[in-house]
C-alpha cells in the first residue's frame, strides 16, 4: 500500500471533543471518523487492525472447540419476550418496527438468538457440551456514548454461548475459556489485562469475570488487594467495616439543625465524627417512581449497581417531590414513611449513637441505635468500598481503587435462558433437564482502542506487531532523488514479495511530515532509505516504540525485518 | 472437527415453505435457520462457506486497489437527507428514532457513508482515485422476502465506492473491477455467470451490469440475443416492435361492448387481431395516489420498472375507484380526463386501425389512429420484450427470455451524490469539481445460495473446493470395529496436521444414515474407512460429484487428498 493513496486525514490538533489518548490519536491518526454520537466508521488502518483482533479471537475460539455461527442484527421482538428481556431492558435495548408493524429489536447481545439456533437441536445429553460464537455488529443505545471506541452505541463483538448438562461441566469450560481469553489479550499486546469479578447485571447468573485493562482512562472502578489475589470491579466488591460500639448507648433525641441538608454540615454542627452518622441517598424505581432509601455509613458512598442487585429492578437517581413522604435533607430510618423502601447497608451494623435524619424539616435525630430503635433489620450490601477499605477475601486494610477499562467478560448464566425460553434436553435416564449456559463476550473496536491507550506516546499509538496495520512503514525520504527513489522502490517491491505486510511513502514531502504520519500510524519497523543512507549502502531500521534502531546493509534489509517481524509476534 | 458435536439438525423431508432447491437443502442441512421473515442465522457450514466467500472478494477487491473500511449498520436520517434518498425511498429502507428521537435509518446500501467517509479528505484532484470498500451486514426491508437467503431483509453484503476526476477514469476502472467480478465468480466455483444491462434504479446513474446466474428459480428476467452479445435485464431491455400500416385509415367509431373489461375479450368480440389493439394498464403514484395509465400494444405487457423511469416517481398498480375519471375495463387515450397522467408505449407507434377503450361504460372505439386522432405523442419505452421479440442490438427476432439470480451489480453513479452531498476538489487548475463515482455490489450470502443452486442433486449441495465448509469428510463406517476407528482416528490426525480441513464422523450409524448427512454437507471429497477397505489396506476416496471415486492405498491417503484439493482448487 502506498501511503499516498491512503484514505483518511492525519492531522497535529488534538479535537476538543476527546478526553482521552485514545480517541483523540486514532481520530487525528485517520482511524475512525465519527457518524453520529456513538456510532464511527473505520478507515482502512482500523480496519486493519480489527481484522487482525477478529482472526486472533477466531483461531482461540476454535481451539477451545467454538463452532462459529451468524446472528442476525435485527430480530423479532418476540425472541426477546420470551426471556423477559424485552420488558426488563431499559432504554439502551433499541425497540422498532417494521413495514409490517412487527415490533423489532437491534441485537445489543443474543442469547435469546443463541437459543433459538440450538433448542430444536439440542435435546438429548450426548449432544453436549456444546460452544458457538460470531462477530458480529451491535447496537446499544447507550445514554453516554464516550472516548471514541471505548464506549459507543454501534460495535462489532465477539460473543459465544456455551451450553451444557452440568454445573461441573460448565465451570470446566468456563476454565478453559478464561485461559483462551488470557491468551487473546496477551496475543494482541495487552498481557497485563486482569480479571477481575463482577456483576452480571442484566445478564442473570452468578459467577462472572471481567478483564480489566488499568488505566486512569478506564470508566469502570476496580478494587484491588495488594495482600492477596482479590480482585473486583466495585460493583461486585463487598464493603467491609469496623465498626467500634460505645459503652454507653445515648437516647434517641430530637435536634434542631436548621438549613443544614448534607451530613457534613450536621456532624461539623454537632462536632461529631461522619462515621458517626447515617446518611439516606434516594433512588426511584424506573418502572413507577416509587422511593428507595437507602442508609449507610456517613463516610461511604452507595454504589448504585449493587443497590440495583439489592432492590432487583432498575433505578435512578430521585428526584423528591412535595408529599412524597420524604423531607430532602432530613431523611431518616426512625420513623419513616411507609410508602418509603427502605434499605439498610451493612455499614451500620453494630454502630452505635448515630446522627440521623429526623425526618421532619430542620431536623436531625442524635443517640441513634438500630437495634434498639429500629428492631430486627435485614442489612444489605449496597455501599461501595473505599481505597483503603477491608478485603473481603483477606480481612486486611489492604484495598486500592484502580481504574480500568473492561476489554472482555465471561458469565456463567445458569438456566435463566433456557428456562424462560423452554429448551430442554432428555438426560441419559430419559428425563427432561434445562441446559446450563455460559456466555463470553470481547469488543473488538474497544479491545483496539484499549490497545492504544496502553500503548502509545504523544505522537501516535504504537501498535504491537500482531494487530498493527501494517509491519513495516517503509519511508523514502528526499523521493526526488532518482538512486534513493529507485532503492527504496525495490525494498518496497521485495519486500512486498517476501510477504512482508508494508505501508510505502514515497511523497515528495519532508522527512518531518514524513515521520510524523510514520508516528501517527503507529507501524512497530520504520525503514528509512535516503541519499545519506544510500551513500552508506544502508537503510535505516527503527522500531516505533524507540527500542531498535540501527543501520543495515541494503542487501539484508528483508532478511532482517523478516527475524525482526518474527520476534516481534512472539 | 467431529460430526457428532456438530451443532444443526439435518433432515430428509423438504419443508412445505421452501420453493426452491438451494432453500430447501440449506435448511435441510443445517445451514441456516429462520429467526423470522426474511432474517436467518448460520450455523457453522453456512459461516465457513461465507467467510471463505468473504476472503476471495476481499483477495479481489485488495488487488484492483481497493482499501477495506467499515460503515455503520445504523446511521442518522440527516445523512439520507442530504441525498435526497430519505425522501425518495420507500418503505424498503428501515426508518426509526433512537432514544432521544432523533431519526435513524439501517444501512442498505452506504452511498451517503462513503460520501461521508472521504468528502473531507478528497480535497484534490492527487488524491483521486481511490476505492473504498466494506463487507457488512445490510437490512432492507424487503415486502416479500422468499427464496431461503437469495432475497432475504438482512444479508452480509460487499460494498465499494469508487471516486473519480474523470468519466474516462470512472469507466477505466468499471472495467477493472468488471474483470475482478468475473475473477470473484470464477472463483466461487460458478463461471457461468454472465453480465447483463441493468435499471440503475434508486441508485441513480446511468451504466449499470447486473451479474446473472442464470437458472430457473431466479426472479429476475433476463432477455439474451442469441445472435449478437446483447442481453439485458428485462428492466433495462428496450421493447422494439414493428408495426405495418394499414392502407385505409377507418373512420374512429364508438362501439358498445357490453361487460367486456379486458382487451381479449373485446378483440374476439370484433374479431380483431390482439396486436391491433391499445391496452390500458393503471398504476398511481405512491406520494400522492394519482393516476397514471400507460398505453401498449394488445399483445405487450408493462414492465413496472421501466414505467417507474419513465415517469421519474415510486408508482404502484392502481385502485379504480368511482370519480377517479377512469371507468375500469373501458379505459383508452381518446378523450382521457385531464387529470390522468397518460404514457404512450413506443409499440403503438405506427400501428393504424386500433381497438381502445372509449372511456365510457360498455363502450370501446374502432379505427383509432393515433397520429390522427391525438395530434403529436411522446412515446415511451415501458413495454416490455418479449420471448422472441426483437434485438435492439442486432435487430433480429432473436431473443429469448430467461430467468436469473443477481449475484453482483457494477455501477456508474456519475454525481449524483457528491453533488447532492456538497463534495467537491479542486483540479489541478485551482478549480472546485464534484468527484464522479462507481459503485460495487455482492451479496454474500445470495452467492453462497446461488452456487448450490447451481450445483446440487436430490441428496445435497455440490460445493466447490473453494468455498466448501470442509475439504475432506472422513467417514468411519462400523467405528464398532476397533482397527478400522483406529485407522480412521490416524488419518483425521494426519489431515489435519498436513493441514486439510477436514470433518470427521465416527458416530456409530449406518454407512446409509452416514452418507446422506455427508451428501447433505456436500464437501467434494470423501474419504471411506471400513472394514472391508481396511482389509485390503485401502480407504475409498469419492467425490460429491462422483467424477471420482478410487481405492488409494491408506498410507497414500493424505499426499493424495492434497494433491485432488490443489487440482479440484484450480
Redesign the interface.
Known amino acids: 500500500?502506498k501511503l499516498?493513496?491512503?484514505?483518511?486525514?492525519r492531522f497535529k490538533e488534538k479535537p476538543s471533543d476527546c478526553i482521552i489518548e485514545s480517541h483523540a490519536l486514532t481520530v487525528r491518526g485517520?482511524y475512525i471518523?465519527n457518524?453520529?454520537?456513538g456510532?464511527?466508521?473505520?478507515?482502512?488502518p482500523?480496519?486493519?487492525i480489527?481484522?487482525k483482533i477478529e482472526q486472533i479471537i477466531r483461531e482461540e475460539m476454535d481451539r477451545i472447540?467454538g463452532?462459529?455461527?451468524?446472528?442476525?442484527?435485527?430480530?423479532?421482538a418476540t425472541?426477546w419476550e420470551e426471556s423477559g428481556r424485552y420488558e426488563s431492558i431499559g432504554?439502551?435495548l433499541?425497540r422498532?418496527?417494521?413495514?409490517?408493524k412487527?415490533p423489532?429489536v437491534?441485537g445489543m447481545t443474543h442469547e435469546e438468538?443463541a437459543v433459538?439456533?440450538?433448542r430444536?437441536?439440542?435435546n438429548s445429553y450426548?449432544?453436549y457440551p456444546?460452544m458457538?460464537y460470531?462477530i458480529?455488529?451491535k447496537?446499544r443505545?447507550e445514554?453516554r456514548p464516550r472516548a471514541g471506541l471505548i464506549r459507543v452505541?454501534?460495535f462489532?463483538m465477539k460473543d459465544a454461548y456455551s451450553f451444557h448438562t452440568s454445573q461441573e461441566d460448565l465451570e470446566q469450560y468456563y476454565d478453559r475459556c478464561y485461559d483462551a481469553y488470557n491468551r487473546i489479550f496477551a496475543r494482541c499486546g495487552i498481557p497485563e489485562v486482569v480479571t477481575v469479578k463482577s456483576d452480571s447485571g442484566m445478564m442473570g447468573g452468578s459467577v462472572s469475570h471481567e478483564y480489566m485493562l488499568l488505566t486512569a482512562a478506564g470508566e469502570d472502578t476496580i478494587a484491588v488487594c495488594s495482600e492477596c489475589d482479590f480482585r473486583a470491579n466495585i460493583e461486585a466488591a463487598p464493603c467491609i467495616v469496623e465498626n467500634e460500639k460505645d459503652a454507653v448507648l445515648e437516647e434517641l433525641t430530637l435536634v434542631h439543625t436548621p438549613d443544614m441538608h448534607t451530613i457534613d454540615e450536621v456532624c461539623t454542627f454537632l462536632n461529631s465524627a461522619v462515621e458517626k452518622s447515617c446518611k439516606a441517598v434516594v433512588y426511584q424505581r424506573n418502572a413507577d417512581d416509587t422511593y428507595i432509601v437507602a442508609f449507610v455509613r456517613g463516610d461511604l458512598e452507595v454504589n448504585e449497581t449493587k443497590l440495583r442487585n439489592a432492590v432487583g429492578c432498575e433505578i435512578h437517581p430521585a428526584e423528591i417531590t412535595d408529599g412524597c413522604g420524604l423531607i430532602a435533607g432530613f431523611i431518616g430510618p426512625y420513623n419513616m414513611d411507609e410508602r418509603i423502601t427502605v434499605v439498610i447497608d451493612g455499614s451500620l451494623k453494630g454502630a452505635t449513637n448515630l446522627t440521623c435524619g429526623g425526618n421532619k424539616l430542620d431536623y436531625h435525630y442524635t443517640g441513634f441505635n438500630i437495634d434498639r430503635d429500629l428492631g430486627e433489620v435485614e442489612y444489605m450490601d449496597v455501599a461501595a468500598i473505599k481505597d483503603g477499605g477491608i478485603c473481603p477475601q483477606c480481612g486486611k486494610h489492604s484495598v486500592t481503587l484502580s481504574r480500568g477499562i473492561e476489554v472482555g467478560n465471561i458469565f456463567q448464566l445458569g438456566t435463566k435462558y433456557t428456562k424462560s425460553m423452554g429448551m430442554t434436553y432428555l438426560d441419559s435416564n430419559g428425563q427432561e433437564q434445562y441446559p446450563i449456559m455460559g456466555c463470553y463476550g470481547i469488543g473488538v473496536g474497544r479491545l483496539a482502542a484499549s490497545v492504544c491507550e496502553a500503548y502509545h506516546d504523544n505522537y501516535g499509538p504504537i501498535w504491537p506487531m500482531s494487530i498493527a496495520p501494517w509491519q513495516v512503514h517503509l519511508c523514502c525520504v528526499r523521493s526526488d532523488d532518482a538512486a534513493t527513489k529507485e532503492c527504496a522502490d525495490k525494498l518496497y517491491e521485495e519486500m512486498q514479495n517476501a510477504g512482508i505486510e508494508v505501508i510505502y511513502d514515497d511523497r515528495k514531502v519532508s522527512a518531518g511530515f514524513m515521520f510524523s504520519d510514520a508516528d501517527l500510524l503507529g507501524v512497530p519497523l520504520r525503514v528509512i532509505a535516503s541519499p545519506r543512507n544510500l551513500k552508506e549502502n544502508c537503510c535505516e531500521i527503527v522500531s516505533r516504540d524507540k527500542t531498535i534502531s540501527q543501520k543495515t546493509e541494503i542487501g539484508e534489509v528483508v532478511e532482517t525485518l523478516k527475524k525482526l517481524i518474527s520476534d516481534m509476534m512472539k
Open positions: 500500500m499516498d493513496k491512503l484514505v483518511g486525514e485517520g471518523k457518524v453520529a454520537n456510532i464511527y466508521s473505520s478507515y482502512m482500523m480496519r486493519r480489527t481484522k472447540d463452532q462459529e455461527v451468524q446472528f442476525p442484527v435485527v430480530m423479532p425472541l432504554s439502551e433499541l422498532f418496527s417494521d413495514r409490517n412487527s423489532m437491534l438468538a433459538h439456533l440450538v430444536d437441536y439440542a450426548n449432544k456444546f458457538i460470531q458480529q455488529t447496537f443505545d445514554g452505541r454501534e462489532t
